[in-house]
Structures are given as structure tokens and as C-alpha cells.
């Protein structure tokens, strides 16, 4: 064992509680946006029911990755500060931890996939960061992180195996049960966008305790549907590869160890979506919601507009995780609508 | 004097007060959205202060539009709803009245001009209103209106010269300054986007009672900017003419009658921005703050992006008053030719 790996303590390998979600809801308060529940008329005629929308593309850096990050680098102690983090993303992980890193005055290199989302790239690198560049079929991305972790005495921020993650995560959900208790409203079900599990596992701590007759569904796109298989099967399965998907944010090959350990009984099921399904909430997002979604934080929004979850005669929250989208994919995917139309 | 224009009774032509707004509040509760009251740590930075933002953009139609037209229409009397209603509009106004006809249930035929953007025509037969479109140069939009009327014993609902009109827009701003009293948030100033001026004028009601210290002041287009001139002349001054401007929804001739005679005391005055300032506002909301605005909806965004109202220090509540655009105007702003390719 490495001086530098001093730094990746067993203590952000346990499983975080409740307390340690609403600890990270006091660190992020001032830094993070208390990001509005949205709901809008015309999906409720649609769903046939009350839907929420926790507008997670509202959040700084476009999405709901910088609670986590924000909390998980302010847990960084001083004596490891100097060597700034390291951490490997799509994308959305890598704009939370590079503001984050930005806010608290350290240093951070990402490690991105060279077919990351071009607009991902450069919001990292506004932010400060340094990006290092891989290829996602032939290099490994947690051995170039691991690396460059040990090289600079660097701390490895992971994507969501990490308890300090997990709670900065689960703040969302908090907000949500809050939100909605405000408006005297009792949720059914809330619905969250699955990657490798991070949010999912914030969430479910959030609910049990702030909702417990709430129940967690997760969403996950075709060929990517790990955790749903894996909440099925009981245990860890992994994606099949070979597969493709336009929700980038969320290609995790296989549940994290923690994440499952925290989501496997408490998450009620799950559902899987097409990338058309994804296309059709998009175009709905941008024509009746007016709002900028990306791919993967429109899969909620697909489970419903799509009738996969039943929302008859039910009040349903859901996560529109982020808005980070490449205008040339999203103007693609509105003229595909537009063509379709007439 | 025919039967018909019986409808358009004197009251509507009488200054509102804030008895009226809040009165407007009561009739919209549960039809309009309770719109967010947004805030963007990057805006704050850009513009050195505090800048929130009211995203009326997700109110019902898209836009604030449909606050007046409700609270109008509800205040139709019973023996004159058979005849359903009329409208002018270049597109919000037209949705905002398409919709509350239809959750009144009477019937709708609206006035629009050819040119208007696709989508507001679409979404405004979506409502199951009638749609009749002129020539913009060579017919008047009022004569045709008023001759619908009364051919069919309909009641006109005019975009902004009318109490109930203005007193429903006043209920935009009720909410800023509830939202912002909220958050302990005393504005210094409140920037609202102004055609017609019905918008800026129940605005002006609502916060002399609820907020007095605010000053408001109102956006225009460049070459349309007829308020501003009107408010430095102390009386009406009309457009130029001959001008061009993206922002379809704000191209009024003149301020009203009703509107002027509220706001020109009370407005502390103007700012028009160009076309390349709103494209830029445009942009910044895509990519930073995920909101889909119109042309018409930035204005305000671009004065304070364009450096044209100083925030520095400043705590400044704007309206983003539309989210109605088309696909392919917002993709060519975003420098993007994928729409026309695909």
C-alpha cells in the first residue's frame, strides 16, 4: 500500500444512513440549488394522474452529480487537500467534482471518454479541471484513475460506490419528500434515473425514513438494464455489452457493490427504456415542459409518457436528472419529431 | 350599437387595482402553474449580484399569457358564454385563450398572422380553438377580430387592454414577491418584458402594495421600444416602423390606453435590447440555466447578460416570459445545422 492510497479510507466504503444524508443536506446548503418539484397540467392529463418532476437539470453543472461530489470533496481532510482529486466520468460526475473541486480551492483531473458529450468536455474543463482522455473500448478508465490518484497523492472520487456520494445524492430525495409534504401531497411512487446506483441508493435512504410508503422504481435504458436484473435475480448481474444507448450518463456495466448492498431491499422494481421511448420525452420535454433535458435524465419521464409505470388515479414523483445535451443531438432528435409529425 | 358588442362592457376599460390581482389569484388557483422562482449560481456570477428568475416559460401554454386570458374569461357572464370568445394574438395570447375557453368550456376562434411561428399556431389548434390567419402587412388583425365578434355574439378578449387581462398578468408578479419574501430576499428591482405593457402593468399593481421599494422596469425589443420612448415622453409614442425583430411576441405598435395610463407613473423606466443580445440569452439558457425561452421571453435575460441593467450588488427579480419557439429558430441560434440535415 502506496502513501497516496492512504487517502481512499475504508470509511467512504460503508454504508451510509440517513444521518449522513442529511448531514451532506447542511454542507451542500448555500452551494447546491434547492432545484423546484415541477408539475405541469398537460403531463398529468397524459399520465392520467399527478406527476412531479424533481428538475435535477435545474441543479449546478446540469445535474444532480454535484451533490455528491460536492459532499464527498468537502469530507476530503485538510492534510489531503493538497493533492486534489482524480476522478473518471461520462460526464455529469465530472462537472460536479471539477465545480466542487473548484468551490473548495483544489486541484482535480478527470478522466472522460474521448465519445463523451462534447458540451461535457468543455463544461469540465470551464470549471477548472484538467481532462485526460481515454478510449472506452481498449483502456480502462479506473486503471488511468487509480494511476494518476497514486501519482499526484490525489483522492479518487468515485461515481457512486462511495458512502460520501451516496448521501450528497440522497439529498434529492429529501427535497423531494419535503417539497411535496409542503404541498400536502402523499407520494405513491417515486421513479429514479439508474446508472450505477448512486442516486437510487441516496434516494431510498431519503424515503424510508422521510416517506416510507413511498415506494423506489428505477429506470435504466435497453441494454442497460443491470440493476433492474439484478433487483430481480438478487444478486449483481452485469450488462450483456455489445449493446448501444444515447442515455450516456447512464452505461454503468454493473450495480456498485455498495450501491446494490443499500438498493437491493429496498427498491420495489424497475423498468427499462428505448432510446425512442428517450427521443419521444425529449421532444415532449422541450414542445410542453420547456425544458432542456439530456438523454439519460429523460428515462423517468419516458417510463410514464410511455405507460410503462400505470400512473392512473396516482401521484407519482420522478428525477429529470440532467440537462447536459449536445445541441446537434437534441436538434436531431426535435427535427426527427417534426418530420414524423407531418 | 348591436347586441353582440353589449360583451365588451366599459368595466374591462376601467384601471384595475390590486383588489383585482388578488382577486385573479383566487380565480387561477389551481388552473395556472405556481411558477418557479429560479436562481443560477453562474447568472449570480456573470451578473456580480443576485438574479432571480420567474420561469413563466412553465406556466400552462407556455408562457404567462394564460393567466390573464383565465382570469378574462371567468369574468364572462353566463348568458354571453354561448358565443364563446375571439382573440388577436401573434401566439401566447392566442394559446393562453385557446386553453382557458377550454377548461371553461366555450368556444375559441383566434386571430393569427401567418407569419407567426409554427408551433404557436399548432398548440393553439391543440387547445380546440378555431384559427382564422391574416396577412400581417395588408389587413388589421382588430378589424377582423371585431367583425368575428360580432358575426358570432363572441366576446373579444383584447391581448392587454383590459382590466381582467391585466389584473391575471398582475398575479405573475404577486408571486415573485411572495417567493422572494420567502427566501428573505428584498428586491431592488423587478425586470419585466413588455409588448402591449399588460404584463408590466399588473406587475406594477402587484408590487407597489406587496414589495413598494422595488422599482420595475420594462424590456423591449430594439425598433420596438415604444414604452420606453412613451414613459421619457411622459405620453404614448408609437413604433417607427419598418423594423425587424426575433421577438415575435413583443411587437406591439403602441403601449395601451389602459396599460400606459397604470404604468407611466409607475415604472421607473426602460431598456431595449438587440436580436444579438436575446441570441445570446437564448444560448445561455440553453446551455447554462437547461430552460427552452422564445425570442420575446429573453429580453429581460439579455439586459442583464448584455450588461445593459448593472446587478452589481443588486438583488433583481426578471420575468422569462415565454418558452413558445420553434425547433428550428432555437437550433440555427445554437450554430447548429443538424435540424435542416436530418
Redo the contacts between chains.
Keep these: 500500500m502506496t502513501a497516496e492510497s492512504e487517502w481512499d479510507t475504508e470509511e467512504f466504503d460503508q454504508i451510509p444512513n440517513y444521518d449522513d444524508v442529511k448531514q451532506a443536506s447542511q454542507r451542500l446548503r448555500g ?1 447546491a ?1 434547492e432545484t ?1 418539484l ?5 403531463l398529468n392529463e397524459v399520465a392520467g394522474g399527478r406527476v412531479f418532476m424533481k428538475a435535477e ?2 441543479q ?1 453543472t ?1 445535474s444532480f452529480k454535484f451533490r455528491g461530489a460536492f459532499n464527498r470533496i468537502s469530507l476530503i481532510p485538510e492534510r489531503a487537500r493538497p493533492g486534489g482529486v482524480v476522478a473518471y466520468s461520462s460526464g455529469n460526475h465530472a462537472q460536479g467534482v471539477a465545480a466542487a473541486a473548484q468551490i473548495v480551492g483544489i486541484p482535480a483531473v478527470i478522466v472522460m471518454p474521448k465519445d463523451a458529450p462534447k ?1 461535457k468536455i468543455e463544461r469540465t474543463r470551464s470549471y477548472g479541471a484538467e481532462i485526460v482522455l481515454y478510449d472506452r473500448v481498449h483502456e480502462s478508465r479506473e486503471e488511468i484513475g487509480h494511476d494518476l490518484a497514486r501519482q499526484r497523492a490525489a483522492t479518487l472520487v468515485r461515481p457512486y460506490d462511495d458512502s460520501g456520494i451516496i448521501a450528497g445524492q440522497g439529498t434529492c430525495a429529501m427535497e423531494i419528500a419535503t417539497q411535496a409534504r409542503a404541498r400536502g401531497v402523499r407520494l405513491d411512487s417515486l421513479l429514479v434515473c439508474c446508472g450505477g446506483g448512486g442516486l437510487t441508493a441516496g434516494s431510498v435512504l431519503a424515503m424510508e425514513r422521510l416517506s416510507p410508503d413511498t415506494e423506489v422504481l428505477t429506470v435504466e435504458p435497453a441494454g442497460f438494464d443491470d440493476t433492474k436484473r439484478s433487483l430481480e435475480a438478487g444478486q449483481i448481474r452485469e450488462n450483456r455489452g455489445g449493446e448501444f444507448s444515447i442515455c450516456d450518463a447512464l452505461l454503468a456495466p454493473r450495480p456498485g457493490q455498495l450501491t446494490f448492498a443499500i438498493n437491493k431491499d429496498r427498491v420495489s422494481g424497475g423498468f427499462s427504456v428505448t432510446d425512442e421511448e428517450v427521443r419521444a420525452a425529449l421532444d415532449f420535454a ?8 439530456e438523454p439519460g435524465g429523460a428515462v423517468c419521464l419516458a417510463a410514464v409518457l410511455s405507460g410503462k409505470l400505470n400512473c392512473c388515479h396516482r401521484t407519482v414523483a420522478l428525477t429529470l436528472s440532467g ?1 447536459n445535451v449536445d ?3 437534441l ?2 432528435v ?3 419529431g ?2 414524423a409529425a407531418s
Design positions: 452551494w440549488v423546484p415541477l408539475e405541469s397540467p398537460v437539470s435545474l449546478r446540469g458540451v422541450f414542445h410542453t415542459l420547456k425544458l432542456v433535458l440537462g445541441p446537434e443531438l436538434c436531431a426535435l427535427g426527427d417534426a418530420l
